[in-house]
């Protein structure tokens, strides 16, 4: 690995660099990245989940938006170690999602390997693509944007 690159990385720092807290923290550790260019991250799906109790009751899934939020929480911790920045920095929002597709449902006790690449930064938003990966398939693919704001 090149200096550029990065291994590990606990939830502990993950809150250091951006402000996403319990029960919306969907990222619960860093696999590896390669600054601005890439990540794989994971998010362990469990139970005790909030959106569990109602999506659905006696049958959990976890909703697609849910999915792509964490591919976004994910992004966002790429765009903080490409930067060096941390979560008091600036908040970034999710502005557009394209090309959504959910190809299998995502339960509790699954391993969530959430692979998101930078595309394109234009100013003060960056296009990213992102993949959703259970037991090595593809669950859910798609492009989405985020525009920062500064606090």
Do not use: W
């Amino acid at each position: 690995m090149t200096k550029e690159n990065g291994g590990v990385i606990g939830v502990e720092q993950i809150m250091h660099l951006i402000p996403h807290r319990h029960p919306f923290l969907l990222v619960d550790k860093v696999l590896n990245y390669e600054k601005g260019v890439s990540i794989r991250a994971l998010k362990n799906v469990t139970f005790n989940e909030p959106q569990f109790t109602g999506h659905f009751p006696g049958h959990p899934v976890m909703p697609g938006v849910m999915i792509v939020e964490a591919m976004a929480q994910a992004a966002g911790v790429l765009t903080q170690l490409s930067r060096g920045g941390h979560a008091d920095d600036a908040l970034f929002y999710l502005v557009k999602v394209d090309k959504a597709k959910f190809s299998q449902i995502v339960v509790p006790g699954d391993q969530m390997i959430l692979e998101c690449q930078i595309k394109k930064i234009i100013r003060n938003m960056t296009l990213y693509t992102g993949k959703a990966i259970v037991d090595g398939r593809v669950v859910a693919q798609a492009e989405f944007l985020c525009a920062e704001k500064s606090k």
